[in-house]
């Protein structure tokens, strides 16, 4: 603590936030490669790294639904060498494992909130259903008979799903995967009866290999537009958008989150990037302010982590 305490002191002084980045910048993604975590970090690195002129390395630290890879953040210096693109597991962490080894909110220093997404619940082509409510009978005939994927237990995808059984008085069974990469190529395999996640995070297969029966946006996602709400498919109160976002450990020196905050912001205005991004990853850019995506992160918590309480889920 003594350390991190000096460094960040010296790093404050204007000559040396200045002087920063002090070589390479490392990008944590605590998800495997394939996932959108992963795509979305590798999409900014180049007009990162021509921006502030040192090299970005993109880090994969997957494992417990992001946790490990983002507690590396945590316990990093905050020189500001080191960040973490967290994905919306990040608000529900700690009311799902409370032993991660880091608080989601004290521990950080919030940069931005970078993109959001409605997620998509999609179901392999050779199944026969054609629509939610199709499903939804199948599910009551059958309970706990149907399978459904996400990126792992406690994600936005799997306390979407399970709000969306609770309203709809259906048991389904929950088959957490690693990250987006393994997700997609479950669901493209026919492994799982339904995958739910981000149009990134399905690996670009809806429309082709899975077919999408909803969306969890409050309203229709301007890239699947022909895609139901949840609500417009018979079912109120289910709504949610996967995030991404950015941290540094906390204590990163005011300076340094304000120059990277700009690099960031440069990157998300090119129009080759932002155009992979909300074509190519099916996701609206936010580009927020630290401020923002604090306030963001603090309503979130307090959302899904009452979920997560209230249906007892636990970590894995």
Do not use: C
């Amino acid at each position: 603590m003594r350390r991190r305490s000096i460094l960040s002191a010296l790093v404050a002084t204007p000559a040396l936030a200045q002087a920063w980045p002090a070589g390479p910048i490392r990008i944590i993604a605590p998800f495997p490669p394939g996932g959108s975590v992963d795509t979305i970090a590798r999409l900014l690195a180049p007009s990162l790294q021509a921006t502030l002129g040192v090299p970005v390395v993109i880090e994969n630290r997957s494992g417990a639904a992001g946790a490990l890879g983002t507690a590396a953040a945590a316990r990093a210096l905050p020189d500001g060498q080191t960040w973490v693109l967290v994905f919306d597991s990040h608000a529900t962490v700690n009311a799902l494992n409370p032993q991660a080894g880091f608080d989601a909110r004290r521990d950080f220093t919030p940069v931005m909130l970078v993109a959001t997404a409605p997620m998509l619940l999609t179901t392999p082509a050779g199944r026969p259903w054609q629509s939610l409510q199709e499903v939804a009978a199948a599910a009551r005939a059958r309970p706990e008979t149907i399978t459904y994927g996400t990126v792992g237990n406690g994600s936005l995808a799997h306390l979407t799903m399970e709000v969306w059984q609770q309203t709809a008085g259906l048991r389904l069974t929950h088959v957490p995967y690693r990250g987006g990469g393994p997700l997609a190529s479950a669901a493209v395999a026919g492994e799982v009866d339904l995958a739910i996640a981000s149009p990134a995070g399905l690996g670009g297969q809806v429309g082709t290999r899975l077919r999408a029966l909803a969306q969890s946006g409050a309203t229709r996602s301007r890239i699947q537009p022909d895609v139901p709400t949840f609500a417009e498919a018979g079912f109120p109160g289910v709504a949610a958008e996967a995030f991404w976002g950015m941290l540094g450990p906390a204590g990163v020196p005011a300076p340094v989150v304000a120059r990277f905050h700009a690099a960031l912001a440069s990157a998300l205005a090119d129009p080759a990037t932002r155009r992979r991004l909300e074509e190519g990853q099916g996701v609206d850019v936010l580009a927020s302010s630290p401020e923002e995506f604090a306030g963001f992160l603090e309503r979130q918590s307090e959302t899904w982590g009452r979920v997560v309480r209230e249906r007892g889920i636990k970590a894995e």
